[in-house]
């Protein structure tokens, strides 16, 4: 049985850990608000999985989450992190908490439990000992969305990570990301809006989830790549600019 720490289950991340618990997976769970989230795939798949609460806009909340995890599952596979709030910030409002707000749970977090988890990962055995893998947003770095500086700034530093990472932990761990283009709709992003999104996409249509899980699937099992960013968007980067 595999072990991994999954981060932001509230929507995306909840289809990734179902699909894993219906392998060969034990999971821990890293909630803020989502206890219920984890409370039913708890009632759904019993002890393989378990849940902590931690706000990762915290480092040291974001440190301990991945020892207590550990602890209980006994030794760790891979870390799997989702966690991002996406918050319009125009620039005439922005503040430092805004920054904060975002870079803290999306850059910081993933520097602070890949620091956390890859000694864990080191203590197993092969060649390959452990597999990172985030969640970045097609648009960062050469084609952001206006009024949403603050996200496109910590999506920015989560990519430059991810390399960061990748040469660091190589060469018995593994990190990627996969950066996803319209997938789920934003709760307050009106119906429009968002049809206007998939529109812009040269393939019509929003990014399936089960693209989106059979693709985190293979990055847990790939064994020569690392400090890639795989464009998950329905051909949205060929597109051109947004407004
Ligand atoms: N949905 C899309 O179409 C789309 C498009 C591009 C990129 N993405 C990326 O794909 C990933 C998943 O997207 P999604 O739509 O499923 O996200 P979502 O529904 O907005 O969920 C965001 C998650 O982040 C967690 N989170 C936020 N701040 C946190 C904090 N301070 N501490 C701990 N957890 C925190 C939330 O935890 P709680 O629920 O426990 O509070 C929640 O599970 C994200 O990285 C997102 O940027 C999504």
Not at 204 to 219: F, Y
Not at 228 to 233: A, G
Request: glycine share 6%; hydrophobic share 40%; net charge neutral.
């Amino acid at each position: 049985m595999k072990r991994a720490i999954i981060t932001g289950i509230r929507r995306i991340g909840y289809h990734i850990a179902r699909s894993l618990l219906t392998k060969d997976w034990s999971l821990g769970l890293v909630y803020k608000t989502s206890e219920e989230v984890f409370e039913n795939l708890r009632n759904e798949f019993g002890q393989r999985v378990v849940g902590i609460k931690a706000d990762l806009a915290k480092w040291e909340e974001a440190q301990r989450s991945v020892r207590e995890l550990v602890s209980i599952l006994g030794g760790l596979d891979a870390l799997l992190h989702i966690s991002s709030p996406y918050e319009p910030t125009p620039l005439e409002d922005l503040r430092e908490e805004h920054l904060d707000f975002h870079f803290r749970p999306i850059a910081q977090a993933f520097m602070a439990m890949s620091k956390e988890a890859y000694p864990y990962m080191l203590k197993n055995t092969g060649d390959i000992k452990g597999r990172i893998v985030t969640f970045g947003d097609w648009a960062t770095n050469t084609t952001p969305y206006r009024n949403y500086s603050a996200y496109f700034l910590a999506k920015g530093a989560l990519h430059t990570a991810v390399k960061v990472l990748a040469k660091e932990l190589a060469p018995h761990i593994l990190v990627n990301a996969i950066a996803l283009g319209p997938t789920l709709k934003p709760p307050d992003l009106p119906e429009e809006k968002w049809q206007d999104y998939i529109n812009r996409t040269p393939l019509k249509r929003p990014v399936a989830l089960e693209d989106v899980v059979n693709l985190t699937n293979l990055l847990l099992k790939v064994e020569c790549m690392t400090g890639e960013i795989i464009m998950l968007d329905s051909g949205r980067h060929v597109a051109g600019e947004c407004t």
